[in-house]
């Protein structure tokens, strides 16, 4: 069975609610599971019967603390001896809702990178129009990007569109200010011609607009770019759905007309919700590792628990490795250029 | 009566539409149009008995066509004659929807820039959670920033915010990709250097969810990150709707709770459309100059030349002239650093 580490003690809800999704995912015998964290603090929560291993640590990393300062001295964090149960193969996967840059931190630290990989990234899975699934990367984890780190996360992004949602040949863009060549800062400009010269379906530049309409599979960007494009797709959501509680508030009519509507809402406020995604993966460090919302209750941390089961069945990490492996050859062309 | 230059030949629709739009505010009084194009062209569009004021060119910028090359070759066209006009004073502003990089480049070359502006910026204006709008800019204008030109940004959006909006003291934040200092990239962590010096309701860095949610008024980012944000906006609003018209097509149920949420569904989309407000003024330029959609319909070009109307009467371009003055000192400082 897959064996995946928790980090018990990382999230705003810790450890109640990732003792509770992780138990959940065990009970079910959907994953073997090990707790990491402070034994004490996590087993009141945890159901008398429920048979789960745990690694004792007393440690563990803050949400606000620096991650330099974290890596530096919190070694013995329950978040870094999950990666180290992983790098020792006791693990196929590891899951935290903790401090996000100290996870990272610690994952590039402990894991490694897969070879031909200079910076990891985060990817994320959203909705679009009409049917599947597309790819954001990066959606935060490096924010001052080199041309060839998109053009490292282009081939990260194809690989995890493939492996993982099954995507034939993913169509691949960078996103952009506009599609024509013309368009695009210094960055996207050097990148683009550097994604050119691979064996990709690359489309070239796409527009913030082809990230939800099925025009793309995978969007590349910058940590910094990525994170403000879901921030804002995070805002407008919530604009729109504030609007429209609003004019519901104000009249019976339109009270009975929401009460008829009311499974499509649900429907997509599903589909829009993180906790039924769980998560998104780390790509690029040698391992699999979910970075959980810091606000993840036991659903979220159930759900993100089976996406790490799903990314290991689906052989994610050899995925990305064969992909670098398959472009070494243009990526040492590249970084000479 | 103000004054205002309408591109005529400006747009996907042109001359058609744009001459339609601008008949439809003159007919009413509310401006004195000065149409700017082929005479031949647009008069087939007039209505007989419609007193416009007309000025002849043969020559107009394509939509597709380089700006450099047009401002090289193209002195001649529409747009840089309705820019001549205002420069001399005939006219109190301009509005086009004509190829926005031209239109930028015959605005900067042909009026100028304001004292202490060293690029534009383009400023859109959009609906929030709870009343008032918001502003975003840079929309597209100037892609590659440098740190003081989002700190110029910063005190042109002020100054719009207050002067147009009529909003006291401006909540003013670089749009980043978290609210911690640690946060951003090289180019806002120098930007936040310097608009931290400023007398203005700065608030530091702000994420994407807050040009939504009412916490900011103005919002600063460079063109690039600003054009991706106000597409990934569009997107996710595409998205929402296209997943309600599926599940309303679908079902019995939900085509009648359409119906009584019909009235909610008009006004969002009324209040998201970009025909409504009619275009987006190009901010730090010597003068008035609004940006349309280049898929401006008549009602579009009426708002856009509204808006120019409202822009001259609160006095915007003094408003910048003025902000821009007094902050003379700081933006000195800033440059020596």
Redesign the interface.
Known sequence: MIRIAVDGMGGDFAPREIVKGAESVSRDGLASIVLVGDVEKMKPHLTENVNLDMVHTPVFVEM?E?PSVALRKKRDSSINRAFELHKKGEVDAVVSAGNSGATMAFAIFTLGRIPGVDRPAIATIH???GDGLSILLDA?GT??CKPTHLAQFALMGNAFASSVLGIDSPRVGI????E?E?????L?RDAHALIKEFRLNYLGYV???????GRTDVVV?????G??????????????F???RE??RK?L??K?????????FK??QK?ADYSETGGAPLLGVDGVSIICHGKSNAKAMRNAILLAKKFVEKGLRQSIGETMQDHYQSMQKVKEK
């Open positions: 606000h620096s909705p679009r129009i935060g924010v001052d996103l952009s200010n506009g024509e013309t368009k695009g800062n210094e996207t527009e913030g607009t082809d990230m939800y309409n960007s910058d940590g910094f770019v994170n403000i494009a879901l921030k804002i797709s995070e805002g407008v959501a919530e604009l729109i504030e609007f429209f004019g519901i009249s009519k339109a009975i007309g929401y009460a008829l509507l009311k499974d499509i429907e997509f589909k």
